[in-house]
């Protein structure tokens, strides 16, 4: 049994070539246990944005605050607070902030041999 | 790419002996090609509480709104809008509502077998 909150999560600034103004953090990792899934963080302050990349596991999304687009092979796809997001295995995908004020807060929950 | 929110997802009454006044959405799930893990969502109404109980695997939690307690081995701990929470494979827990007013709502995050 773990129980942490955000505010007690060191903040770390991912290697992520192609990322601007994005900041990580692990709240449910291998370090507690987990067994299968981690649950990770990002924060993305307005102008920001994640690498538009792809890879062989899937993201599952929850914006836990602020707005943004996900740029997707569908086209760019608007996300904001209370959303859930898959991104599939394979597919290309990019996290935007697209407000001028406000970050964009997101958990990015992968498989945790990619923590 | 699937992307949607809680005012999309049909809320069902999940059959687990043991509950009170809960409800659950599956926002994340194998119907939309999630490879591993399924994102639940499950709302404790006041006074309402999920089953005591133990399994082979493992939750990821996350407090959306509201708050409560998490009963486990360790006794009862309190959780809050904004906590994460891991509840290890085999560890005996509850989710409480300990609120006079207001819903519990949390992610509960399991492998997509347990979905």
Redesign the interface.
Known sequence: ??????DQIEKTVPEMPGAKAVCKQV??SRE??????S?RVFTIEPGGHTPLHRHP??H?N?V?TGQGI?V???GE?S?RE????????G?N?QYRNSSSGRDLVM?C?V?IEHE
Chains 1, 2 share one sequence.
């Not at 049994?1 to 955000?6: E, G, K, N, P």
């Not at 507690?32 to 899934?37: D, E, K, L, N």
């Not at 209370?82 to 295995?89: C, E, H, S």
């Open positions: 049994m773990h129980i942490t909150s955000l709240p449910l507690h246990g987990a067994p299968t899934f649950f596991y899937e599952m929850y836990i996900l997707s092979e569908d796809l996300v209370g959303d859930f997001a898959l991104v599939l295995p597919e995908h958990i929950a498989p």
